[in-house]
């Protein structure tokens, strides 16, 4: 796929992780512990995608338990969730290093992103040493090809700002400034410098991994993948090839602002954008103070009271969820955006446009339906979220792109549920990771989902085989976090940040073996090296679930 730039050659990259998502990070830090070259390309200036850059700093646990009706057995998957013991060290290490208490009800832990990404993240890059390269502010542009089953370098854009630019160049909405960060000429805003990554050597390509939030190179590449509901039943894989269902109906997105309460009436300027769906906002039945501790980031008052210096992330249902349209572009549009060279993330901006708007109406609405004692005395803080707009760098993506696997291998609702005395879900031979979270759809309005997708299903202690990693075409091409190849239902329960942590930590170690010895496609991996890569990703994401002392299974 021609372009019309000369990059800047950027080799001896053995792992080449494009990256935006928690599961990148992750995925770089277990590479280069391997004593891997690895070069992680990040979009913003800050790593850790829905937990910082997203603003999503607040853990989501699995709350739910699976209950046989006629016996009373309970399966506590809450339990087992929130158990160290099936938690990668490392984010367990993480989620202890932080010190703030939000005092929030949807997790038992919620901190300022900032918080983890200067005491954890950025600790846990630091102790990867030399091994880990990370490009900030470098978007991906082009996926080159050595043949069709082989990627052989990424073209990305790396951005900095212009002197007198505010914000580090967060100064103005991401709508605004999405098409000038995939321009690769430099700008009034930004200067620019093109860079291709690679191995260096023809005769042994880099080990790509996706783990970007829009799977980009998933759509670069012109690789097979699902997007939205494009299945008839789960697992349907058609949707890869040809027209199957719809893809431009998934997940809502949110974009996510902090908000301060100060100790007395502060003016805030007015909204200053028309506010495209204003009937929409509501509390949900909550009290307004109950909305506010939901996803609360600072607690001032030691017994929980709501007190002057709160500060909570806005992320509700019937407030900043965009509940309108999907980001995402269909695939057709997709194709033609990568094809003419003018990609741009392969996402909808009149939709940004719209959700960030839509963000900004929730935030005026709620502030202005405060109980009377917090009259006035709400503001949009910016500062938390290092943007001079007050709104996140990134916006939340509950689903994207996302890989078939080998053979056609796609994760399925029945391989995560079942009964509660199953106690876990289906246990893959090839397994690498442990995931659990229950089935969590935010659909679209005037999308019509099939049955199916509305369903209850009993979702247990699951497990994530190492052929969700892969790619059915590409075979030194690893996916992460939501590329990995799974059905729009299991997405539903994967896309939280414990889950993408363990897919990134397994996805980043498999690429190291690979790597390490020169096992050039997934299908060899699997093979031939399935006991040898699984030894190396127990050393950082543990793949058997420890349920009341018991290891399941014990292998």
């Known amino acids: 796929r021609e372009c019309c730039f000369r990059p800047v050659q950027v080799a001896n990259c053995s792992v080449v992780i494009?990256?935006?998502?928690?599961?990148?990070?992750a995925a770089a830090a277990a590479s280069a512990s391997e004593g891997v070259s690895t070069c992680l390309i990040e979009p913003t200036d800050w790593i850790g995608g829905q937990a910082t850059a997203s603003a999503v700093p607040a853990i989501d646990f699995a709350w739910h338990t699976v209950v046989d009706?006629?016996?009373?057995?309970?399966?506590?998957v809450a339990a087992y969730a929130h158990d160290p013991a099936n938690m990668s060290p490392t984010f367990w290490a993480a989620l202890s290093s932080l010190t703030t208490k939000g005092r929030c009800w949807v997790s038992?832990?919620?901190?300022?992103?900032q918080e983890l990404l200067q005491d954890s993240l950025w600790a846990l890059q630091k102790s990867v040493g030399k091994n880990l390269q990370v490009f900030l502010s470098t978007v991906v542009k082009q996926v080159v090809l050595a043949d069709n089953a082989t990627i052989s370098s990424i073209v990305g854009i790396q951005r900095s700002a212009q002197p007198g630019v505010q914000c580090g160049g967060y100064d103005v909405r991401l709508s605004q400034d999405l098409a000038d960060w995939y321009d690769p000429a430099p700008s009034a805003r930004w200067q620019k410098a093109v860079l291709q990554f690679s191995s260096g050597d023809p005769t042994r390509p880099a080990v790509f991994v996706d783990a970007t939030e829009w799977g980009e190179v998933l759509?670069?590449?012109g690789a097979p993948y699902l997007q939205g509901i494009d299945e008839e039943f789960d697992g349907d894989v058609r949707g890869g090839w040809a027209p199957v269902g719809n893809d431009t109906c998934g997940q809502a997105i949110t974009v996510d602002f902090v908000e301060l309460l100060h100790a007395?009436?502060?003016?805030?300027?007015?909204n200053p954008y028309d506010v495209p769906h204003p009937d929409f906002y509501g509390l949900q039945g909550f009290s307004w103070e109950m909305v506010w501790k939901y996803r609360?980031?600072?607690?001032?008052?030691?017994?929980?009271?709501?007190?002057?210096?709160d500060l909570t992330v806005q992320n509700w249902g019937q407030g900043n969820d965009f509940d309108f349209q999907y980001l995402l572009l269909s695939k057709d549009a997709t194709r033609q955006s990568a094809l003419s060279g003018q990609w741009m993330g392969g996402v909808d901006l009149g939709v940004l446009d719209a959700a960030e708007r839509h963000a900004f109406g929730w935030h005026y609405w709620y502030k202005n339906h405060s109980d009377a004692q917090y009259a006035g005395r709400v503001t949009m803080d910016s500062a938390v979220l290092g943007t001079c707009h007050g709104l996140a760098k990134m916006p939340y993506m509950r689903d994207t792109r996302r890989s078939i696997g080998i053979g056609s291998f796609v994760m399925t609702i029945n391989d995560i549920t079942g009964v509660a005395e199953d106690l876990v879900g289906r246990i893959y031979y090839d397994r690498v990771a442990l995931g659990s979270y229950d089935v969590d759809v935010h659909g679209i309005v005037n999308c019509s989902y099939p049955a199916y997708m509305s369903a209850h299903y009993d979702v247990l202690p699951y497990f994530i085989p190492f052929r969700t990693l892969t790619n059915v075409q590409f075979g030194n091409l690893i996916v992460a976090g939501k590329t990995i190849a799974q059905s729009f239902l299991v997405n539903a329960a994967t896309r939280l940040h414990p889950v993408e942590w363990n897919s990134g930590m397994a996805a980043g170690a498999a690429a190291a073996y690979m790597a390490n010895n020169n096992v050039r496609t997934t299908t060899d991996a699997l093979l031939n090296h399935l006991d040898a890569i699984q030894t190396v990703t127990r050393r950082y994401t543990p793949a058997s679930w420890t349920i009341n002392g018991t290891l399941y299974p014990p292998f």
């Open 108 to 113: 038992t832990v919620c901190f300022p992103p």
């Open 264 to 270: 007395h009436p502060t003016p805030e300027p007015p």
């Open 18 to 25: 494009a990256g935006g998502s928690l599961s990148a990070f």
């Open 219 to 221: 759509a670069l590449s």
């Open 296 to 309: 609360r980031l600072l607690s001032s008052d030691p017994g929980g009271d709501l007190a002057p210096g």
């Open 69 to 76: 009706n006629a016996t009373g057995f309970v399966d506590n």
